[in-house]
């Protein structure tokens, strides 16, 4: 087995409504935010995890293609060879299989414009007196905010066989298939939003990128 190409698909994540990606707790402030969102701790920043994308990404392909996952609720661990998720995501738990490396390489989706972050209260309703309970603050990215959206596709010489439709139902094969899929599940996740709370209106969406373009060699040394 050989790698034969690399692609790199470079875009932009809009956000259309506040999102929040659960950042760690470890500074705990009195009086401060009871969720706080991610941020670089180089810059301070909002940034989107690449595993974030990926996740969103997998798991809006999987539901709408469906699974064969072990248990309800876990993700494809097929492993056959014309599994759209399994080529190109790796199978899950399933280390004994034939389909190569995970084809695709999520980049962190660094924050390109200015930010502000809000503090959303949210509370509870208690259901039999109707009054509001435990209350807490969430901190969200506001709308309008843009990350630096990277997508990278390694394309095997074993990858010539792979087949996918593609938006108007025309059958693609090999790595146009591939790059086919990113596309989709990149559309579901824009159909779904990203983050928390996608439920109640947060972390909707808007992308735009251009085509993968193949990433051709060059000198790496300064002559
Ligand atoms: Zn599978």
């Known amino acids: 087995m050989k790698k034969v190409n690399h692609y790199i698909l470079k875009g932009e994540i809009e956000l259309l409504s506040g999102m929040r990606i659960g950042g760690s707790e470890d500074v705990l402030q009195i009086g401060g935010t009871d969720l706080t969102c991610i941020k670089d701790p180089s810059n301070g920043k ?4 690449g595993s974030s994308i990926k996740g969103r990404i997998r798991s809006g392909l999987e539901k709408r293609l469906g699974r064969d996952g072990k248990k309800l609720g876990e993700p494809c ?5 014309d599994c759209p998720i ?3 995501f790796g199978p899950h738990m399933n280390a004994a299989h034939n389909l190569g490396p995970t084809r695709i390489i999520f980049r962190d989706a660094h924050m390109l414009s200015e930010f502000v972050i809000e503090n959303k209260t949210e509370t509870g309703n208690n259901r039999l007196t109707g009054a509001a309970q435990s209350p807490r603050t969430v901190e969200r990215v506001a709308t309008g905010a843009k990350f630096a959206l990277e997508i990278a596709m390694q ?4 990858d010539g066989q792979f087949e996918y439709k593609d938006s108007e139902g025309g059958k693609l094969k090999g790595i146009d298939a591939m790059l086919e899929v990113v596309d989709h599940g990149l559309w579901e996740m824009e159909q779904m939003g990203i983050g928390a709370g996608t439920g109640k209106g947060y972390g909707q969406i808007k992308i735009h990128c251009g085509d993968f373009k193949k ?3 060059t000198r790496m040394r300064s002559a």
């Open 46 to 49: 909002p940034y989107i995890p």
């Open 77 to 81: 661990g097929c492993s056959r060879a």
């Open 86 to 88: 399994c080529l190109i």
């Open 155 to 158: 394309e095997f010489d074993i």
């Open 215 to 217: 990433s051709e060699r």
